[in-house]
């Protein structure tokens, strides 16, 4: 059974970083897109950075030129380094991986739980 785990959210003020990782539990797992998403309160839930397995990325317009999405597959982990925060990327940030896992290789579609950033002074 394979589960997704985010970590390193928290507090931090406008203008700082944080780096987020997510990292998918078992071995012998192929990925085919590995991602984070974001929802903040009452808003809708939305694409913040998507690598797929070719390393095609993609990100949200908001976060573009502020945001890093990278991996280790070795590792199963992905990351978001976070710079120049503003208060509205306050949101609740959430892993979304596509992964084949053994023994069917049948591709599944996996969400963390999420992890919370909140950006204030």
């Known amino acids: 059974q394979v589960e997704v785990v985010e970590s390193g959210g928290g507090l931090v003020e406008p203008g700082g970083s944080l780096r987020l990782s997510c990292t998918a539990s078992?071995?012998?797992?192929?990925?085919?897109?590995m991602g984070w998403y974001r929802q903040a309160p009452g808003k809708e839930r939305e694409l913040v950075a998507a690598m797929t397995s070719s390393t095609s990325i993609n990100y949200g317009d908001s976060v573009k030129d502020r945001f890093t999405i990278s991996r280790d597959i070795a590792a199963n982990t992905v990351y978001l380094q976070m710079n120049s925060l503003k208060p509205e990327d306050t949101a609740v940030y959430y892993c979304n991986m596509n992964i084949a896992a053994p023994p069917s290789y049948y591709v599944k579609n996996y969400w963390g739980k999420g992890t919370l950033v909140t950006v204030s002074s």
């Open positions: 078992g071995s012998g797992l192929n990925f085919y897109l």
